[in-house]
Nanobody, 127 residues
Framework: QVQLVESGGGSVQAGGSLRLSCAASGYTGSTVCMGWFRQAPGKEREGVAIMYIRGDLTRYTDSVKGRFTVSRDNAQNMVYLQMDSLKPEDTAMYYC????????????????????WGQGTQVTVSS
């Protein structure tokens, strides 16, 4: 199976930036999509950004468009989330996810399409 480990979370003031990293290991050859999801206390898990491992298609939730950028380095099995202009409402536990399913690239950034998950990294944005 695939193992995912996130890093790069922390505490930052509003307007600041963070770069999250996700390292994938194990058998990654069948991976189709990777992405980032987040969950704040009392809220449902939300898809932030997802992407095909091969190709250039990416999808973002509306609230982060123009502020967050997802990228990858396939040779190193790494996925990144660059977060700029952070807002207090971005505060959440951020999870890296991977999927070997052909329909993982959903318009709704559905977490149910992903079957491998990291343990999360906390992002806290203060006002």
């Amino acid at each position: 199976q695939v193992q995912l480990v996130e890093s790069g979370g922390g505490s930052v003031q509003a307007g600041g930036s963070l770069r999250l990293s996700c390292a994938a290991s194990g058998y990654t050859g069948s991976t189709v999509c990777m992405g980032w999801f987040r969950q704040a206390p009392g809220k449902e898990r939300e898809g932030v950004a997802i992407m095909y491992i091969r190709g250039d298609l990416t999808r973002y939730t509306d609230s982060v468009k123009g502020r967050f950028t997802v990228s990858r380095d396939n040779a190193q099995n790494m996925v990144y989330l660059q977060m700029d202009s952070l807002k207090p409402e971005d505060t959440a536990m951020y999870y890296c996810a991977a999927s070997d399913r052909l329909l993982c690239m959903s318009n709704t950034l559905a977490s149910s399409r992903f079957n491998y998950w990291g343990q999360g990294t906390q992002v806290t944005v203060s006002s």
